[in-house]
C-alpha cells in the first residue's frame, strides 16, 4: 500500500505505534506535555526516535481522546496539539504519519504538514471529512463505532456484531470508493472497544479471518484495552502481556496493521511468530 511518499509492505503484520498528543487518553495521556501544560515537541522527538529504534512502521498521532466518556474536542486545540507534531516528525524522520481524526480541518493540515495516512473513529461520517479525506488523496483507515465515545459504552447491542460491523464498514467503504477513494487507499478496523461490550469483542475477535476476508486490509487495535482488563483483572499499566497475546492472535487470523503503545514487545512476538511459522512451511 502506498501511504504517500512510502510504500508499505502489507505480506506480513506492520507496526502503527500510538502517540497520543492528548491530556487524557486512557492509557498514556499527558505524556507528550511539559511541566507548563503545554505540549513538548522535543519529548514527542524522544518517543518517534523510540518507536523507531523498537522497529515501528507508521506513527499515529492523535489530538482528540476517544476513550469511552471522553468530550468531543473543539476544532481550534485539535489542530493545535496535531499539526506542529506532524510537522515536526516530518522534518526530522522519515516514515508514515497516520493522523487519528474525524476533523476535515485536521485532516486537510495535517496532510500539508506531512502526514500520510487518515485514521478515523468515526468512518468519514462527520460533515465534510469525507470530502477533507478525498481532496488530499491520502490512504484512510476506517474505524466502526456504535455512537459518540462520550456514550458509546452505554449498553450497545448487536443482533449479529460480525455481520453488523461487516455491513457499517463496507457500506463506509463503498461511500468512499464513490466519492473517489482508490479502493487500495483503504484499511478497515471493526473498532474494538468502540461501543461493544466485552462479549461484543471476543465475538468480533474470533471473527478476524472473516472480516480480513472482506477485501481491505484490516487494522486492529487493542492495545491495552478495556477488554484486556476485563478479562483479567488488571489496571492499564499490567496490560502489556495480554496486549502481545492478542496482537498475536490477530496476526495469525490476517490482520494486517498492528496499532499497538508496546512497540518493541510486538515486534518481538512477530519476530517469534514468524520464525515458528516460516519453519513449519519449511
Known sequence: MNLGPYQLDLSSPCIMAVLNATPDSFSDGGQLYGSSGCLD???????????????????????????????????????????????????????????????????????????????DVRALQRDGALEAAVSTDLPVCLVHMAGEPKIMQQSPRYQDVVAEVSDFLLARAHACEDAGIDRCKIVLDPGFGFGKTLEHNLTLFRAISDLSALGFPLLVGVSRKSMIGEILNKPVNQRLVGSVALAMLAAQQGAAILRVHDVAATVDMLKIMNAVEERKDG
Open 41 to 119: 515537541l522535543s519529548r514527542v522527538l524522544k518517543h518517534v526516535e523510540a518507536f523507531l529504534a523498537e522497529g515501528a512502521d507508521i506513527i499515529d498521532v492523535g489530538g482528540e481522546s476517544t476513550r469511552p466518556g471522553s468530550a468531543i474536542v473543539a476544532v481550534d486545540e485539535e489542530l493545535d496539539r496535531v499539526v506542529s507534531i506532524v510537522e515536526a516528525i516530518a522534518a526530522r524522520f522519515d516514515v508514515p504519519v497516520s493522523v487519528d481524526t474525524s476533523t476535515p480541518e485536521v485532516i486537510q493540515a495535517s496532510a500539508s504538514a506531512g502526514a500520510s495516512m487518515i485514521n
